[in-house]
Nanobody, 118 residues
Framework: QVQLVESGGGLVQPGGSLRLSCVVSGSSLRIYDIMDWHRQVAGKQRELVAGIINSGTANYADSVKGRFTISRDSDKKTIYLQMNSLKPEDTAVYYC???????????WGQGTLVTVSS
């Protein structure tokens, strides 16, 4: 069974940085053509934060452009989200997600909480 395990969340002051990691187990990361990070605030819809495809092309929500960077290390089966210049509005539970678009299969992680507060 494929599982995604996120880590790296926590409490950080405004302007600080965090790096989230998402480790894939039970599968190679290379079989997934879409890898992304979403976030959700209680009572609101989950939103896409950053995504990367197999070619390495990345896309970002306007709210995080220039501050967040998504990357992946296929050998380590890990997807990263480097978050800089964090703002209180970045506070949310962050979820890792992978998808094989041809087969329509996808897997979600359990989420990691990021709190930006002074």
């Amino acid at each position: 069974q494929v599982q995604l395990v996120e880590s790296g969340g926590g409490l950080v002051q405004p302007g600080g940085s965090l790096r989230l990691s998402c480790v894939v187990s039970g599968s190679s990361l290379r079989i997934y053509d879409i890898m992304d990070w979403h976030r959700q605030v209680a009572g609101k819809q989950r939103e896409l934060v950053a995504g990367i495809i197999n070619s390495g092309t990345a896309n970002y929500a306007d709210s995080v452009k220039g501050r967040f960077t998504i990357s992946r290390d296929s050998d380590k089966k890990t997807i990263y989200l480097q978050m800089n210049s964090l703002k209180p509005e970045d506070t949310a539970v962050y979820y890792c997600h992978v998808k094989r678009s041809w087969f329509g299969t996808e897997v979600w992680g359990q989420g990691t909480l990021v709190t930006v507060s002074s």
